[in-house]
């Protein structure tokens, strides 16, 4: 179901922007996502979101972020992209992210925009403007093959469309990078996929691999990731009981070795294990940090 709603607020702050992404503002143009990562924490009962399959529209979202930018004093990073995907397929008719982005790019404000689909190529020009001040573009990457990532991520485009795109955007001058989490324990934890999702991203261009070895297991977020499990994965649900319990974090097994693995390629390869930031003192992008 998809459902028009009026939202209050819109761009909600951190104190000092974040270690990994470098944000300083976030931004949810919609509730729910199409995407339905089998994984997703954002189903988890803290958010709210009742029925995590349908999808809310702020539909005043475009007048609240114009409204909020006009009044904010310290230029930061505006992300988007953490409890539901800007670029999902509604995106190509409703256009709230494309719409976003004009904004942005109007107040001179810099973005990271976190996704898993090709549809952010649409965006190139608009991003090529706003990187005048900062721009960058991630693609959520947690396994090179396709026929895995349509189990887990059935309504996101394919792997391979996610690396094509970050070679065409890093061909256009766009500062593009992998963010390589969830590694889901038993699925994904191994040392070829990891070397694979590097490689691939290095050949196309990517600056940037953030990585995270493991996953959330929350509430609401561990009972539908289990029930998948059981159609998709016949036998792995007792191995992740036995392994975690209840436990919140679910780390990915020999995660200090799969760690040690992508670093050693990383510094092989020329790319950074975090993600050069805007700084506002002088209105550039940091450099890379290996």
């Known amino acids: 179901m998809i459902k028009e709603i009026t939202a209050k607020v819109l761009l909600s702050s951190f104190k000092q922007p974040d270690d990994w992404f470098g944000l300083k503002y976030n931004m949810n143009l919609y509730r729910g996502c199409q995407h339905q990562c089998i994984y997703c924490d954002s189903r988890s009962e803290c958010y709210q979101i009742e029925n995590f399959k349908d999808v809310l529209v702020k539909a005043n979202a475009i007048d609240l972020l114009r409204d909020e930018l006009s009044r904010k004093r310290v230029k930061g990073t505006i992300g988007t992209g953490s409890m539901n995907d800007p670029y999902m397929p509604?995106?190509?008719?409703?256009?709230?992210?494309?719409?976003?982005?004009?904004?942005?790019?109007?107040?001179?404000?810099?973005?990271?925009?976190?996704t898993k689909s090709d549809l952010?190529?649409?965006?190139?020009?608009?991003?090529?403007?706003?990187?005048?001040?900062?721009?960058?573009?991630?693609?959520?990457?947690?396994?090179?093959?396709?026929?895995?990532?349509?189990?887990?991520?059935?309504?996101?485009?394919?792997?391979?469309?996610?690396?094509?795109?970050?070679?065409?955007?890093?061909?256009?001058?766009?500062?593009?990078?992998?963010?390589?989490?969830?590694?889901?324990?038993?699925?994904?934890?191994?040392?070829?996929?990891?070397?694979?999702?590097?490689?691939?991203?290095?050949?196309?261009?990517?600056?940037y691999i953030i990585p995270a070895f493991g996953m959330t297991l929350r509430d609401r977020q561990r009972d539908y990731f289990y029930h998948k499990l059981d159609g998709l994965f016949p036998g792995m649900r007792a191995e992740y009981e036995r392994r975690f319990g209840y436990q919140y974090h679910a780390a990915a097994n020999n995660?200090?070795?799969?760690?040690?693995?992508?670093?050693?390629?990383?510094?092989?390869?020329?790319?950074?294990?975090?993600?050069?930031?805007?700084s506002r003192s002088s209105g550039e992008q940091m450099q890379l940090f290996k």
């Open 255 to 278: 995660a200090p070795e799969l760690e040690r693995e992508l670093r050693s390629l990383c510094q092989e390869l020329g790319l950074a294990t975090r993600m050069p930031q805007y």
């Open 90 to 114: 509604i995106e190509a008719k409703r256009q709230l992210t494309r719409r976003a982005l004009q904004a942005i790019a109007e107040f001179r404000f810099p973005v990271h925009i976190i």
């Open 120 to 207: 952010v190529l649409r965006d190139l020009e608009l991003l090529q403007t706003i990187s005048e001040v900062y721009a960058a573009v991630s693609l959520t990457i947690t396994t090179a093959d396709d026929c895995l990532g349509k189990k887990i991520e059935p309504g996101a485009p394919s792997v391979s469309e996610r690396f094509n795109a970050i070679q065409v955007l890093a061909e256009n001058g766009i500062l593009t990078g992998v963010t390589l989490m969830p590694i889901l324990p038993f699925i994904e934890d191994n040392v070829e996929n990891i070397r694979q999702i590097v490689t691939r991203a290095h050949q196309a261009g990517a600056s």
